[in-house]
């Protein structure tokens, strides 16, 4: 098949890639041209495991191409839109303007049968209402909503082999393409969800919205668990072998950023709000602020562990990202609680395997260190934020070697506390006993 992709973030771009894995014809299209140069040239404009490779695949195979020109989508028959949908500037809706700009943009393309795919995370009732402009211009093409529920770091393997597909259509023959579309992932065994556009927009923003509670829920049980002696991540352990709660996503700790869950929980509240439905997600509001208060227990923490003052101390932040495997900054919960302790006076030093560049352009503010080596050395407290493959395997006796004190936050508790304490280390973690 033909297919167009608009939009080459990091949703797009992988989503192109994959769509010629999937065996179709692709082009990709961006207003923005440093990143359609860079794509073009099989280099991917942002670190995503996997997508080196199968960027290099497709374009190899001649299939994919990048354009600036939207008019280079005249020729496919299948469009998908996957631009962002980031948050207004009041901080609480999505902001649909670049979804409006590209169907503006496609509309005088289409042809009697395309298929305008959203891939898009937007506000319940968006689809209807693009759904009736596309009508609007008679020529034919009609509209789907097939939400995404790639994660980064993983987005790859979930757009090749998703748990799950979900179409939102208006009628038959739009399932019966999309079933051809995505005939390969199909054909092993994935389930697939035929629905209406407003199911197929929920079922997006309240998987995120349940995720983002299942964190905050264990992030509350780790402040408890603190007030208790108790340890939370046993408490995860034990609660997570009860198959109808499950293990995943229950890592107590800074808590959730990036560029979804936190911006989908407020839109999905204004959106409730809009449809006079705000108390039926109320609680959502407490997720959010459960989630940033850890930012801010991170924070109080380092006070602690210095003394009560963090002014002057040199103080070595474990990563920028919003995750690892990622070099994502949006709304990261690290490099928040590296510029709240840059503000109150600390000598703030931040390393990352991935995002200090992206982290720089944000907050050029802060000082950045890519080696860990040297990052570490001569540090009155260590603060491990994104849990980064190297910072998890850190050997605790070489890093003390090389600090000026033994003081370690571990605000992802991924370290063993019995092991950094037998080296002579003040560990504390996220809602685990303080320990000797
Ligand atoms: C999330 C969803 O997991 C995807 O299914 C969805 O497609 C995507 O948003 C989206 O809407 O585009 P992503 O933001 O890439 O994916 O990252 P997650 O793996 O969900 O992690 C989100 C945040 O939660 C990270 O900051 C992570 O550190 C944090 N987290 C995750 C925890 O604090 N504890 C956990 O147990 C799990």
Redesign the pocket.
């Known amino acids: 098949m033909r297919i167009s992709v608009i939009g080459c973030g ?2 797009g771009a992988v989503h192109a890639s994959a769509m010629v894995e999937l065996g179709h014809d692709v082009v990709g299209v961006d207003v923005d041209g440093a990143k359609i140069a860079q794509l073009a040239a099989a280099k991917p404009p942002f670190f995503e495991p996997g997508l080196p490779e199968i960027l290099t695949s497709a374009s190899a195979s001649g299939r994919l191409r990048f354009s600036t020109d939207i008019a280079d989508a005249a020729d496919a028959t299948v469009h998908f839109v996957a631009v962002g949908t980031p948050q207004t500037r009041d901080g609480r809706a999505a902001d649909l303007s670049y979804v409006d700009a590209a169907i503006e943009g496609l509309l005088p393309f289409l042809k009697p049968g395309d298929l305008v795919v959203g891939k898009s ?1 937007v506000p319940v009732g968006t689809a209807a209402r693009l759904a009736s402009v596309i009508a609007g211009r008679g020529n034919g093409a009609t509209l789907a909503w097939n ?9 790859v393997r ?1 757009t090749i082999e998703p748990d799950r597909l979900v179409y939102g259509v208006a009628d038959e023959r739009a399932a019966a393409v999309l079933d051809e579309v995505y005939a390969a992932a199909l054909a092993a065994g994935t389930p697939r969800i035929v629905t209406d556009y407003a199911t197929a927009e929920l079922v ?1 923003v309240s ?2 919205a349940f ?2 509670t ?2 905050s829920f ?2 509350a049980m780790a402040e408890i668990a603190e007030a208790t002696g108790a340890d939370v991540t046993q408490l ?1 352990d034990a609660l997570g072998h009860d198959t109808r709660i499950g293990r ?14 936190p911006k ?1 929980i407020r839109a999905f509240t204004a959106r409730a709000e809009e449809l006079g439905r705000g108390e039926s997600v109320v609680f959502l509001k407490e997720v959010d602020a459960i ?1 940033l208060r ?1 930012r801010q227990r991170v924070v109080d923490r380092a006070i602690e562990a210095l003394g009560g003052s963090v002014h002057g101390r040199k103080i070595v932040v474990l990563g920028v990202t ?3 495997e ?1 070099d ?1 900054v949006r709304d ?2 690290a490099l928040d609680v590296a510029v709240q302790l840059k503000g109150l006076g600390a000598d703030v030093v931040a390393t990352d395997p991935q995002g200090i560049e992206n982290a720089r352009l944000r907050h050029p503010q802060l000082s950045y260190e890519p080696d860990l080596d040297l990052a570490l050395r001569d540090a009155d407290l260590v603060v491990l934020v ?2 980064w493959r190297p910072y998890r395997d850190l050997d605790p006796v070489r890093v003390g070697a090389s600090v000026r004190a033994r003081t370690i936050i571990d605000a ?1 508790n991924v370290l063993d506390p019995e092991t950094w304490r037998a080296a002579g280390w003040h560990y504390r973690g996220m809602g685990r006993a303080s320990g000797a």
């Open positions: 990091y949703l995370t939400p995404e529920f790639l994660r980064e770091g993983y987005a979930d997006k998987a995120n995720l983002a299942k964190i264990i992030n995860a995943r996503f229950l890592n107590a700790g800074v808590g959730f950023g990036g560029g979804c869950l989908d989630n850890q919003f995750k690892p990622s994502d990261s919960p994104t849990e992802r």
